[in-house]
């Protein structure tokens, strides 16, 4: 089974900075890697597709990069609604693996 | 619109059983695979169960693999999470969750509310 390792777990931000959370893959999985965000007792929602693709709906600020085992989610002017639990996830192949979360604060 | 209803979840006691529903809305149900994703409280999400668009494949997690069953309905639109010899460590918010397909790389696109799953005696 494909093991997802995101870092950090946890960091701090302020409105306007610019964020990086990282997801490595336990093996090569091209670029079968999705990022969603989740906001406290709410459904997680897709933001990044196939490594880099931005699901429509979410503004640019987003974007996400990589291939192979090692991806990047960055937002970039962090605004205050940004301010959740970030998961990435690999499609490679069942079982389809989730990471154990970023959670981003103010 | 698409949307996604879960219904079924409630308090049950250790090596019952429960249904989960999944009512789907909006979208031709019958051209897309579907998931079942849960989270315990305060943890992350764990993916459990696919089935294809037609129902002729089903994959599981290790941990839910031989307990539950994952199925469909398309003439009702509906999918299912049929769910054995529950453990306390099965308690978590189930959601239903939408698969985009393999031109998009297969993300989960639209997710239900959830509904959670109590494991207690």
């Known amino acids: 089974d494909i093991q997802m390792t995101q870092s950090p777990s946890s960091l701090s931000a302020s409105v306007g900075d610019r964020v990086t959370i990282t997801c490595r893959a336990s093996q090569n999985i091209s670029t079968y890697l999705n990022w969603y965000q989740q906001k406290p007792g709410k459904a997680p929602k897709l933001l990044i597709f196939?490594?880099?693709n931005l699901q429509s709906g979410v503004p640019s600020r987003f974007s996400g990069s990589g291939s192979g085992t090692d991806f990047t989610l960055t937002i970039d002017s962090v605004q205050r609604e940004d301010f959740a639990d970030y998961y990435c996830?690999?499609?490679?192949?069942?079982?389809?693996?989730f990471g154990q979360g970023a959670k981003l604060e103010i | 619109q698409v949307q996604l209803v879960e219904s079924g979840g409630g308090v049950v006691q250790p090596g019952r059983s429960l249904r989960l529903s999944c009512a789907a809305s909006?979208?031709?149900?019958?051209?897309?695979?579907m998931h079942w994703v849960r989270q315990a409280p305060g943890k992350a999400l764990e993916w459990v169960a696919l089935?294809?668009?037609?129902?002729?494949?089903?994959y599981y997690a290790d941990s839910v693999k031989g307990r539950f069953s994952i199925s469909r309905d398309n003439s009702k639109n509906t999918l299912y999470l049929q769910m054995n010899s529950l453990r306390a460590e099965d308690t978590a918010v189930y959601y239903c969750?939408?698969?985009?397909?393999?031109?998009?790389?297969?993300?989960?696109?639209?997710w239900g509310q959830g509904t959670l799953v109590t494991v207690s005696s």
């Open positions: 996830q690999q499609s490679y192949g069942a079982p389809y693996s």
């Open positions: 196939a490594a880099s």
């Open positions: 089935i294809w668009y037609d129902g002729s494949n089903q």
């Open positions: 969750a939408r698969d985009l397909g393999y031109k998009y790389g297969h993300p989960f696109d639209y």
């Open positions: 909006g979208f031709t149900f019958s051209t897309y695979g």
